[in-house]
């Protein structure tokens, strides 16, 4: 990868529907920036696991203990720089993972329908099933102009798409 290995000090949230490759693009970015990777599924509970498993959509409830735990893994890398992955589909859920880590910035991993249901079928061992990337994008609500974050497109290899998130990141936290 071409990219420097300036750190970034603020901790980034990967975000994006199921699919788009926040736990693939999530730690390239974070070795790109030279900061500790945190896999956001990892801070779910067993409930919502078992909930995804068995094709039932989280609601706003069964997602405020994960964004919560989300929040306090930020706010202890304040000032110090991380990645996290979290779906932060919605404006509320960042507004939620802002009020605990409040220098946050936002990697939203866009693209394509068909290229992300082709990419989310391929993958094996995920808790996440296809049919549940229609309520993934109902509930997207994309980064608004006053929130801190960048918007990448998916399509091409891991490596194209981490070097335009690293880059759109140094211009955007520089």
Do not use: C
Request: glycine fraction near 10%.
């Amino acid at each position: 990868m071409s990219t420097t290995s300036r750190t970034i000090h603020r901790v980034v949230v990967v975000m994006g529907v199921a699919g788009t490759g926040k736990t693939t693009i999530g730690p390239l970015v974070a070795e790109a920036l030279g900061v500790p990777y945190a896999e956001g599924d990892d801070f779910h509970p067993e409930a919502n696991v078992a909930k995804m498993s068995a094709g039932i959509p989280l609601d706003d409830s069964d997602r405020a203990p994960w964004l919560d735990a989300i929040g306090r893994w930020a706010h202890t890398r304040d000032g110090l720089g991380g990645v996290v992955s979290s779906s932060a589909l919605k404006r509320i859920y960042r507004d939620r993972l802002r009020a605990a880590a409040p220098g946050v910035v936002f990697l939203h991993l866009t693209g394509d329908r068909a290229l992300i249901e082709e990419r989310m079928a391929a993958r094996k061992g995920h808790f996440m099933p296809t049919a549940l990337l229609d309520s993934q994008f109902a509930a997207l609500q994309p980064l608004q102009d006053d929130e801190a974050g960048v918007a990448v497109d998916v399509s091409g290899s891991p490596e194209e798409i981490t070097e335009r998130a690293v880059a759109a990141l140094r211009r955007l936290v520089v």
